[in-house]
């Protein structure tokens, strides 16, 4: 009894050891295995990237993910503008591509779970639409000043290691 307790403690160990080491197996091909259902950003570590934040910003797919996303916020509506936005990934091979999140209201945006990451895959950064600010000092029509740029919020709800994108009215792109 004493022994089979002290091989599931160790067992036990050995898992946890898996688990925390498993966002740096994830490099690795051999890992087919994923996690379960769906995994909050905060507990994905990103995939060492060789993409820098502006390469990211400028793949083909985020630029059309970023584009349909500020058609889709109706940012010259006064009474529809909302925030939309999504999750970049990158896979093994430095292949990109985005998944959009629900859209959210006028100045706040929830990120749905992403994914399950992909072997070898993984979130390396996340993109959303400030449809408020207005140049040319970022008012609104009823006068109401709006902040440019990412929020404390948008950079504190960021996981750390990946890149933020922010689209504002006046056509600006800013990494976070
Ligand atoms: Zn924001």
Redesign the pocket.
């Known amino acids: 009894m004493k022994a089979s307790w002290k091989s599931f403690i160790a067992l036990l160990c050995v898992l946890i050891a898996c688990i925390a080491w498993s966002p740096a197996v994830l490099a690795a091909p051999a890992v087919a295995e994923t996690a379960a259902g769906p995994v909050l950003a905060s507990q994905i570590s990103p995939l060492a990237s060789n993409k820098t934040p502006e390469q990211i910003a400028n793949d083909p797919a985020v630029k059309a993910a970023m584009d349909a996303a500020w058609a889709d916020s109706n940012a010259d509506n006064a009474t529809t503008r909302h ?1 939309e ?1 999504g999750w970049i990934y990158e896979d093994a091979d430095g292949n990109i591509s985005v998944q959009r999140w629900p859209a959210g209201n006028r ?3 929830d990120p749905c779970p992403p994914a399950p990451p992909q072997p070898g895959g993984q979130v390396v950064g996340e993109f ?1 639409t ?1 449809p408020n600010w207005h140049p040319p000092d970022g008012k609104d029509e009823a006068g109401k000043e709006w902040k440019q740029g ?2 404390e ?2 950079k504190n709800a960021k996981t750390p290691g990946t890149t933020g994108i ?1 689209q504002d009215r006046s056509g600006n792109v800013t990494l976070y």
Request: proline share 8%.
């Open positions: 925030e936005g100045s706040s945006i959303h400030h990412p929020s919020a948008d922010v």
